[in-house]
């Protein structure tokens, strides 16, 4: 089946650095790619969506300085937290969509921001 | 987006069939009905979706109603690795994303 790899898996950084996630489609090209962010024993929240070559859709709420999305190529998406802080602290996912309908995820990055 | 309604939780013993019901009463037509499962610290796992014919696929089995206003997945036979949150989600042919739900926590057992 369809692989999305993302990376890093965990993470540990310093409040007010960045930190940037890559999501790369293995076995097919990801016209659409969507991130959403986890907290403890909730729901995933979409956060944005992305397709190759444009900007980013960012859902009500969700600071686009902040979370710097790039869609650069049908394989490869980056989630980049700028000056993150302890409230960043999440599981971030990130899923990919190539010509069909499935929805392929991520195994997620766990940010712990000290 | 239309939005589903679920179950907080369900138990089942292992080897016993599994029904997990999902109310979406505002579905648009060209809404797909989409199942997917996550184990804790992972990703979430497809299960099956469809968009109006009943589907079966290795994993599970998706019957939907005839109003598409509820499904049902269908697990046959429940192991202990089923255990997971389920998540029932629409995804709009417009805006393509996938919002979810609380889901449904399956607890299995042995």
């Known amino acids: 089946g369809a692989v999305v790899s993302q990376h890093p898996s965990w993470v540990i950084c310093k409040s007010g650095t960045s930190v940037k996630i890559e999501c790369r489609s293995l076995?097919?090209?990801?016209?659409?790619m969507f991130w959403y962010r986890q907290f403890p024993k909730q729901s995933l929240m979409l956060m944005a969506t992305?397709?190759?070559?444009?900007?980013?859709?960012?859902e009500q709420g969700v600071e686009k300085d902040k979370f710097l999305i790039n869609h650069a190529s049908l394989t490869l998406s980056t989630l980049t937290v700028t000056s993150a802080h302890p409230e960043d602290s999440s599981f971030y996912i990130c899923?990919?969509?190539?010509?069909?309908?499935?929805?392929?995820f991520g195994s997620g990055t766990q940010l712990s921001v000290l | 987006d239309a939005k589903t309604t679920q179950p907080n939780s369900m138990e089942s013993n292992e080897e016993e069939p599994v029904h997990l019901p999902c109310n979406h009463s505002t579905i648009s037509g060209t809404d797909y009905i989409h199942w997917y499962r996550q184990l804790p610290s992972q990703g979430p796992e497809y299960v099956i979706h469809?968009?109006?014919s009943n589907v079966n696929n290795r994993m599970a089995s998706l019957a939907i109603a005839e109003d598409r206003k509820s499904s049902t997945l269908i697990l046959h036979r429940a192991t202990l690795r089923d255990a997971a949150v389920y998540y029932c989600?629409?995804?709009?042919?417009?805006?393509?994303?996938?919002?979810f739900g609380q889901g449904t926590t399956l607890q299995v057992k042995p």
């Open positions: 989600i629409l995804r709009s042919s417009n805006t393509g994303k996938l919002i």
């Open positions: 992305s397709n190759e070559g444009s900007k980013a859709t960012y």
């Open positions: 469809g968009l109006t």
């Open positions: 899923s990919a969509r190539g010509s069909t309908e499935k929805l392929f």
């Open positions: 076995d097919f090209q990801a016209t659409t």
